[in-house]
Nanobody, 119 residues
Framework: VKLVESGGGLVQPGGSLRLSCEASVAMFGLYTMRWFRQAPGKQRELVAT???????SYLDSVKGRFTISRDNDKKMVYLQMNSLKPEDTAVYHC??????????????WGQGTQVTVSS
C-alpha cells in the first residue's frame, strides 16, 4: 500500500490550499481516511477523518475552514483548506485504515506534504 500526498506549499494568511492523497490500495472505498499534521516541536494532531460511508469529522480548530472529501473511483482523498492561519503550518500526512469489524487490521501512511502559512 502506498499513499502519496501533494498540494502543499507556501500561502499567505487567509489563503487556500487543496491537499491530495493518492492511494494505491485495493478496495479503497472500504478504508477510513484521515489527515494528520505535525508542526516542529509539537505533537501530531488528527485534523480530519472521512469514513467509508462518507462521515466526516474535524479538529475543532479547523471546523468551518477545512473540508475532507474522497473520490473512490480515483482512490483519492482531499483536504480543502480555506482561511489558513499561521498556526496551520505543519507537515500534513494522510493515512488509510482498514477495519475488520472493530479490529484495525491495516494502517498506512504517506510521506507528508509541507504547508507553510506566512506573510
Amino acid at each position: 500500500v502506498k499513499l502519496v500526498e501533494s498540494g502543499g506549499g507556501l500561502v499567505q494568511p487567509g489563503g487556500s490550499l487543496r491537499l491530495s492523497c493518492e492511494a494505491s490500495v485495493a478496495m479503497f472505498g472500504l478504508y477510513t481516511m484521515r489527515w494528520f499534521r505535525q508542526a516542529p516541536g509539537k505533537q501530531r494532531e488528527l485534523v480530519a477523518t472521512i469514513t467509508s460511508d462518507n462521515n466526516a469529522s474535524y479538529l475543532d480548530s479547523v471546523k468551518g475552514r477545512f473540508t475532507i472529501s474522497r473520490d473512490n473511483d480515483k482512490k483519492m482523498v482531499y483536504l480543502q483548506m480555506n482561511s489558513l492561519k499561521p498556526e496551520d503550518t505543519a507537515v500534513y500526512h494522510c493515512s488509510a485504515e482498514y477495519f475488520a469489524g472493530p479490529v484495525l487490521v491495516g494502517n498506512y501512511w504517506g510521506q507528508g506534504t509541507q504547508v507553510t502559512v506566512s506573510s
